[in-house]
């Protein structure tokens, strides 16, 4: 039996712009598993009152996500030809390295090194178009530190060479976008 190699597609971009959502909407919609953001849990546990240090455990505790969901992916596509060899990612080094810098102003050199080492097929960048959602854990309801942040995403989505796409709109429009950028990427 022949392997099929694991397509992986990252969901980044500012607090509260549907990454979690799409990521659950795109595992279903696929019939696939996703990668959940790390630092949610991490900061529902720890509380919101961090340090740099706490972002390289958040750092960690994300990469240590991604490689079980891989690690499940695999078993799965083993078992199963009928599985979707497609893993999203809600929020990858990039994420991090963007909190690391926005919030201390320098990054884990961890962070930098997996940015290097990681490999990935597809980027989807989530614009500030939704409303912003209160809950306990997000820091940034302007509209200014909100644009301020995608920005930051978008150059960092156009210095690096993995394709990607701008996901604007509702949540339905948004799963659209990223069904259509998929669809692109596996021609």
């Not at 929020?91 to 690391?100: E, G, L, P, S």
Request: hydrophobic share 40%; charged share 30%; glycine share 4%.
């Amino acid at each position: 039996m022949v392997m099929k190699e694991i397509r992986k597609i990252v969901v980044v971009g500012p607090e509260s712009t549907g990454k979690s959502t799409l990521c659950e909407k795109l595992a279903a919609h696929y019939d696939t598993i996703w990668v959940k953001e790390y630092a949610r849990e991490y900061l529902l546990k720890n509380g919101t009152d961090y340090t740099f240090e706490n972002l390289l455990d958040v750092a960690k505790g994300q990469l240590r996500l991604e490689e079980e969901s891989i690690q499940e992916l695999t078993a799965k596509l083993k078992s199963s030809p009928a599985q979707k060899p497609l893993l999203f990612i809600d929020t990858d080094q990039y994420v991090m390295k963007t909190w690391c810098e926005f919030v201390f102003g320098k990054c884990h050199r961890l962070v930098l090194d997996e940015i290097v080492k990681r490999n990935y097929d597809l980027y989807l960048l989530c614009n500030t178009d939704l409303p912003w959602v209160k809950d306990e854990l997000r820091e940034y309801p302007d509209l200014e530190s909100r644009r301020q942040l995608y920005n930051i995403y978008k150059d960092i989505m156009i210095n690096q060479p993995v394709p990607w796409a701008v996901i604007s709109g509702t949540h339905e429009e948004r799963a659209q976008a990223a069904i259509k950028a998929i669809h692109e990427l596996l021609k």
